[in-house]
Antibody, heavy 124, light 108 residues
């Protein structure tokens, strides 16, 4: 069974940073692209960043580009995201999500497994 | 960046009814790389449809996706009580892999 468990959420002051982790199990982590998706309270889903299976290819949404770093440690089956210069607009539940597979050798960034989410609240 | 617009925002329906949800893209979604998800309160999203029309594993056949280019639909042929939730479409053809704003199905 695929399991994704996020950690590192909590309350952060404006201007601060967060570092989230996502521990994966139940599948060959090193073979799948991964993403972070967030959801502000009462709002829709926002794709934030994506990372290829090797970590060579990284993509960011404009809303976090320049202040976010996503990485992975395939030896530890763990995905990470650091987000700097936080504002109230970054308050959200942050999900890690597993890409479903490949097509013609290219990762497909739709998601067949999700973590339970980590709540990040940016407030003074 | 592709923008996805879902309509309607909210639908109030009775169990047993048929419903059609719409997802319109601001530009063509290549290879019909369009997915649909269901989300219930307090839960992570659940993949329903990928490739515009392919049901994910374990998804009941009352869920059907269709469409191409810029117009996509999700049809639920006969609503079950557990289908009342929020539905999101997502394009995965090109980064950023955006979601639509969602359609909420409410029990009438």
């Amino acid at each position: 069974e695929v399991q994704l468990v996020e950690s590192g959420g909590g309350s952060v002051q404006p201007g601060g940073f967060l570092r989230l982790s996502c521990a994966a199990s139940g599948f060959t982590f090193s073979s799948f692209a991964m993403s972070w998706v967030r959801q502000a309270p009462g709002k829709g889903l926002e794709w934030v960043s994506g990372l290829s299976s090797s970590g060579d290819h990284i993509y960011y949404a404009d809303s976090v580009k320049g202040r976010s770093t996503v990485s992975r440690d395939n030896s530890k089956n763990t995905l990470y995201m650091q987000l700097n210069t936080l504002s109230a607009e970054d308050t959200a539940v942050y999900f890690c999500a597993k890409s479903a597979g490949y097509n013609f050798g290219l990762p497909q960034y739709y998601f067949d497994s999700w973590g339970q989410g980590a709540l990040v609240t940016v407030s003074s | 960046e592709i923008v996805l617009t879902q309509s309607p925002g909210t639908l109030s329906l009775f169990p047993g009814e048929r419903v059609t949800l719409s997802c319109r893209a601001s530009q063509s979604v290549s290879s019909n790389y369009l997915a649909w998800y269901q989300q219930k309160p307090g839960q992570a999203p659940r993949l329903l449809i990928y490739g515009a029309s392919r049901r994910a594993t374990g998804v009941p056949d009352r869920f059907r996706g269709s469409g191409s280019g810029t117009e996509f639909t999700l049809i639920i042929s006969r609503l079950e009580p557990e289908d009342f939730a929020v539905y999101f479409c997502q394009q995965y053809a090109t980064s950023p892999y955006v979601f639509g704003q969602g359609t909420k199905l409410e029990i009438k």
